[in-house]
């Protein structure tokens, strides 16, 4: 019986085809619509989480007590190598650095700056959050005597400072001296992560260690886990081995960008219930004046024999296709658009002066994730449900000889 | 007393009862049709004749008093029971055909029968008996609105007796059909009624029609004026 139901229901769709057309195109729209900015939106917290991580934070930072909130050399985490043992054998950590970190005054001959001056190891950020990506200038590399300085993107814009300038590094060592330095700029970073871009000197490490006067000691560890799930079971692991350190997941450290993505799952939420008000809306439409428009054929139904139940099955078969048609359309044209822009990007170049001040990249990747279409598919199914509801209602009140009647 | 196969017992129907327009379609009906017969409800417009039939179909309500089809009480069921003996046991034929429009011929006539559960090869072979008989198998593949009255009276039959019903009720069957094509429909529906041994209740105010009754009943403002057996 089911097979004569959906033939009659394939047959009303087809003869109204050009309205069904539209419902079907609207749906499709809209979806692809949410399902490119939800790719897109998701893409730039992403971006901006991955830059912070992979510049800055790791997934996860060790630094000693107190550091944090008052940060200084005699606060610099000590024991190293037991620390570095422990992240080493412990397989769910995929790497690690080391930074040695002060705030100083960076200086030429005609302007003068804050500055936060990071020693580092090049070839281990290389391997843990590839720093050298983000090189826009020059090369990823100190020089032979490590007198070379690497310096961030707004920095040397605010300083006015190209490659091969020199420069005056000078900080409180710790001895409570004032220590400086005479470097040349060799490269110029830009990792969006604007603190960074503001105020950022990376020097080698063993500069930073002669110029602080510190033969030992880190500031800050850095670690990445293979697995991003594994963070709060390794963040808490390592928080109960070293007590006397703080151990301190991403989103402690950057929780701005942490409510950023809780943002963007309410504004995820926000536009599927869009969605769900576009689909009920246009198959309401469509449905309601479709059963108006067969009161007659429907009670000539009824009349011969045919239950509710059936007829409400038709119905709800009508719904069901016009939904499930522009949801597959509306997916498949949001999923390819979401794969090109995973793989190329959308490149803003044209706005990059605008999202520069934002701290955002110019070319901005997409992500795709299966709950878009879960949740898509909830909200068209949810839709063409809800829909009917109204139009079955004016079904069921109607008797099979007044619908009969009805010219 | 012996039963009848459908008993009408002073049922009346009111339209718009308690209001100032109140209009009474039918007056204490008591009627009594045997299984087999082949009965003709006939009168000027708005005597009755379709409220009565809609009434023992089940497609309305009686005002007061009951209709009994072949022991059931049809002014007693719900409309889950009334679709369900719509659909089992009386076949219906419209004036204006009411034919499913996006249905062929073949499936408008199949509909009732997978209604009530038969297979595609039953359906099969039913529709080919009965097209046959009503010479209509080389217009089972066409839509209603590729047929001609007469044509799609004749499937609207079709599809009334291929499910076997114990009663078909006809209102005005012929009405909108030209009198070749009405002659020919009342001899194919009294073959049916032989052959089938179905019973059939159809109104008419047409004397052609009237003349094949075996059973005739003639209402005027709601009331039975004239009832006999003809032959």
Known sequence: MFRVLLRIALASLGRRLSRSMLVVLMIAMSLWGLLFMEGIYDGM????????IRSDSGDISIFAKGYRLDPGLEKAIERFDEIEHVLTADNRIRSHVRRLRQDGLIATAHYSRNAAIYGVELEAEERHGRLASYLREGVYDFGKKGRGVILGSRLAAKMKVGLGKKIILSAQNRDNDVSALSLRVTGILKTNNMAL??????????????????????????????????????????????????????????????????????????????????????????????????????????????????????????????????????????????????????????????????????????????????????????????????????????????????? | MDSSFLEIRQVAKVFSPGQDVELKALSHIDLNIDRGEFAVLSGPSGSGKTTLLNIIGGLDGASSGEVVLDGITVTGLDERQLSGLRRDHIGFVFQAYNLIPVLTARENIEYVMRLQGHGQEECNWRIEEVAGKLDISHLLDKLPNHLSGGQ?????????????????????????????????????????????????????????????????????????????HVR
């Open chain 1, 45 to 52: 917290t992403e971006q901006f989480i991955d830059n912070a």
């Open chain 1, 197 to 407: 871009d503001e105020n950022a000197v990376f020097i080698g490490i063993d500069k930073a260690r002669e110029l602080l006067l510190l033969p030992a000691g880190a500031s800050q560890i850095s670690i990445m886990v293979h697995d991003k799930e594994e963070v709060p079971a390794v963040q808490k692991q390592l928080a109960a081995q070293f007590a006397n350190l703080d151990v301190m997941a991403w989103n402690s450290l950057y929780p701005a960008l942490h409510q950023g993505r809780e943002m963007m799952e309410v504004f995820n939420l926000i536009t599927s219930l869009l969605v769900f008000c576009v689909a009920g809306l246009g198959i309401f439409g469509v449905m309601l004046v479709s059963v108006l428009e067969r009161l007659r054929e429907f009670g000539i139904m009824l009349a011969i024999g045919t239950t509710f139940q059936e007829i409400r099955t038709i119905v709800f078969v009508e719904s069901f296709i016009l939904g499930l048609s522009g949801y597959c359309c509306g997916s498949l044209l949001g999923g390819l658009t979401l794969f090109y822009f995973y793989q190329y990007g959308l490149d803003l170049t044209m706005f990059s002066a605008g999202l520069d001040a934002f701290g955002m990249d110019a070319i901005t990747y997409a992500l795709i994730r299966p709950s878009y279409f879960l949740t898509a598919l909830a909200a068209v199914t949810g839709a063409t449900l809800i829909s009917v509801l109204v139009p079955l209602r004016i079904l069921q009140k109607a008797r099979p000889i007044e619908a009969i009647n009805k010219i």
């Open chain 2, 152 to 228: 799609q009276q004749r499937v609207a039959v079709a599809r009334a007796v291929a499910s076997k019903p114990k009663l078909i009720l006809a209102d005005e069957p012929t009405a909108n059909l030209d009198s070749k094509s009405a002659a020919n429909l009342m001899d194919m529906m009294q073959q049916l009624n032989e052959d089938e041994g179905i019973t059939i209740v159809f109104s008419s105010h047409d004397p052609l029609v009237i003349s094949k009754a075996k059973h005739s009943i003639v209402l005027r403002d709601g009331e039975v004026v004239a009832n006999e």
